[in-house]
């Protein structure tokens, strides 16, 4: 089965689960998974520094993108090396299986956009092919986050998810704990989206699939297929290919 998009205190994330399948079992055997020690802004994160500092793996790094890989995460005397995906896992799309709303709030954390779980990697949930009812071909499961985005002035600033926590923590539930989205978002924006706005941000749940590349991103298909999908793709498309049984028809992309 494919892992869960999170588990619960902000770790580990479905990137974390299938390091033994990509060469990187020495890293995941080193890991501690009792407790809490995937969040990087406290003192339980300190038993899994070592292993985790200055781990990249490199199909998780676009060579394209200019962005940091990286950002240093200091917990007292430590500072670990985290590293940041250019790539994010989709947990569906907007209108499709909606859990929360942009008036979410819970934890004193609010308005970090719409979350759905009829994508791949959702909350507390593992997938077999079976559930994926579209057929895996038809299916979006990662996306491409490798590009500046733009704030409100037009500066260049990062809107990849998590880009201040790193690719191993994974959100909570919307349901008992908080609203935030690490390491997954819920497709709605077009291909290629810029600029800043509702559900974007470090911690939010909107963050677009967007690139280095000129017109579109690379999408990882259930079916091991990695497609360029073009900025000009039908909006309502995209939504369907980023949903794993919503049984819509899907147009060219």
């Given at each position: 089965?494919?892992?869960?998009?999170?588990?619960?205190?902000?770790?580990?994330?479905?990137?974390?689960?299938?390091?033994?399948?990509?060469?990187?079992?020495?890293?995941?055997?080193?890991?501690?998974?009792?407790?809490?020690?995937?969040?990087?802004?406290?003192?339980?994160?300190?038993?899994?520094?070592?292993?985790?500092?200055?781990?990249?793996?490199?199909?998780?790094?676009?060579?394209?993108?200019?962005?940091?890989?990286?950002?240093?995460?200091?917990?007292?005397?430590?500072?670990?090396?985290?590293?940041?995906?250019?790539?994010?896992?989709?947990?569906?799309?907007?209108?499709?299986?909606?859990?929360?709303?942009?008036?979410?709030?819970?934890?004193?954390?609010?308005?970090?956009?719409?979350?759905?779980?009829?994508?791949?990697?959702?909350?507390?949930?593992?997938?077999?092919?079976?559930?994926?009812?579209?057929?895996?071909?038809?299916?979006?499961?990662?996306?491409?986050?490798?590009?500046?985005?733009?704030?409100?002035?037009?500066?260049?600033?990062?809107?990849?998810?998590?880009?201040?926590?790193?690719?191993?923590?994974?959100?909570?539930?919307?349901?008992?704990?908080?609203?935030?989205?690490?390491?997954?978002?819920?497709?709605?924006?077009?291909?290629?989206?810029?600029?800043?706005?509702?559900?974007?941000?470090?911690?939010?749940?909107?963050?677009?699939?967007?690139?280095?590349?000129?017109?579109?991103?690379?999408?990882?298909l259930g079916d091991g297929a990695v497609r360029f999908v073009s900025a000009n793709a039908d909006?309502?498309?995209?939504?369907?290919?980023?949903?794993?049984?919503?049984?819509?028809?899907?147009?060219?992309?």
């Amino acid at each position: 089965m494919f892992p869960p998009g999170g588990l619960g205190t902000h770790g580990p994330t479905a990137w974390i689960h299938i390091l033994p399948f990509a060469d990187q079992a020495n890293v995941y055997n080193q890991l501690v998974f009792e407790g809490t020690y995937f969040w990087f802004g406290g003192a339980s994160s300190v038993p899994n520094s070592p292993a985790i500092n200055n781990t990249k793996p490199p199909y998780m790094a676009c060579p394209s993108s200019a962005l940091s890989q990286s950002y240093a995460a200091t917990t007292g005397s430590t500072t670990t090396n985290v590293f940041i995906s250019s790539y994010i896992l989709i947990s569906g799309a907007t209108g499709i299986n909606e859990i929360q709303d942009d008036t979410y709030s819970k934890g004193g954390f609010s308005n970090k956009g719409i979350r759905s779980n009829g994508g791949s990697f959702t909350f507390r949930q593992s997938f077999r092919i079976r559930d994926f009812l579209d057929g895996t071909s038809n299916v979006a499961m990662v996306g491409e986050q490798s590009g500046w985005g733009k704030n409100a002035s037009g500066a260049q600033t990062d809107i990849r998810s998590a880009y201040a926590n790193g690719a191993w923590m994974s959100p909570n539930t919307p349901i008992d704990h908080d609203p935030r989205c690490y390491n997954t978002t819920t497709l709605r924006y077009p291909i290629g989206y810029q600029n800043t706005g509702t559900g974007i941000g470090n911690d939010a749940c909107n963050n677009p699939i967007q690139s280095q590349h000129t017109g579109g991103a690379h999408m990882l298909l259930g079916d091991g297929a990695v497609r360029f999908v073009s900025a000009n793709a039908d909006f309502n498309t995209l939504r369907y290919l980023c949903c794993r049984a919503d049984g819509n028809v899907l147009g060219e992309f």
